[in-house]
T-cell receptor, first 110, second 116 residues
């Protein structure tokens, strides 16, 4: 059972914007950096955002991250069919001394 | 460029153990923090454990305490994940991943099937 909660699914038309929330606690999101991962079917996850809002080289600026208190948000603008995937937030939980992932969100492009 | 190459898929009987390897190329294992994450069919990502070279400490998820052993062989730049007393619920893809600000580099995954 994950300690980080995400909506099961979000959807929008091509070109539109979606946001995915990740809700945690003062022990995890409230105290540590958040990362976001994209997982296409049958592949390993890929990091999209690290340190709350930084993009690795090669990740387009259509992807953005933010954090406020014990919640984090991933935004995807200019939605493309290739963005259909599962998205996970992740961070460290200082009380558990363990890594934690969100429950995952399926993005569907209508 | 760092790459992580994992061992192949395995089928195990309930109660057995499995040991998955993750070989590092492009850097020395001693400089890296490698973690293990698994994903059961149709389920989300689950962090299992990992090594912090700065602290010289291995962390384990509470759920796997006593059943999971993470080891390293620095002479071959290979890290290992051994899971004991396997049950059907351990059927999953197991990934090793480099932890550096995030899990930024991942192995290709190893499918472990637990079935009698």
């Amino acid at each position: 059972q994950s300690v980080l909660t995400q909506p099961p699914s979000v959807s929008a038309a091509p070109g539109q914007k979606v946001t995915i929330s990740c809700s945690g606690s003062s022990y995890n999101i409230g105290k540590n950096y958040v990362s976001w991962y994209q997982q296409l079917p049958g592949t390993a996850p890929k990091v999209l955002i690290y340190d709350n809002n930084k993009r690795p080289s090669g990740i387009p600026d259509r992807f953005s991250g933010s954090k406020s208190g014990t919640s984090a948000t991933l935004g995807i603008t200019g939605l493309q069919t290739g963005d259909e995937a599962d998205y996970y937030c992740g961070t460290w939980d200082s009380r558990l001394s363990a890594g934690v992932f969100g429950t995952g969100t399926r993005v569907t492009v209508l | 460029q760092v790459h992580l190459v994992q061992s192949g898929a395995e089928v195990k009987q309930p109660g057995a153990s499995v040991k998955v390897s993750c070989k590092v190329t492009g850097d020395a294992l001693t400089d890296l923090s490698i973690h293990w994450v698994r994903q059961a069919p149709g389920e989300g990502l689950e962090w299992m454990g990992g090594f912090d070279p700065e602290e010289g400490k291995t962390y384990y998820a509470q759920k796997f305490q006593g059943r999971l052993i993470l080891t390293e062989d620095t002479s071959t730049d290979t890290t290992y994940m051994e899971l004991r007393s396997l049950r059907s619920e351990d059927t999953a893809v197991y990934y090793c991943s480099r932890s550096e600000d995030s899990f930024d580099i991942w192995g290709q995954g190893t499918m472990i099937t637990v079935s009698s």
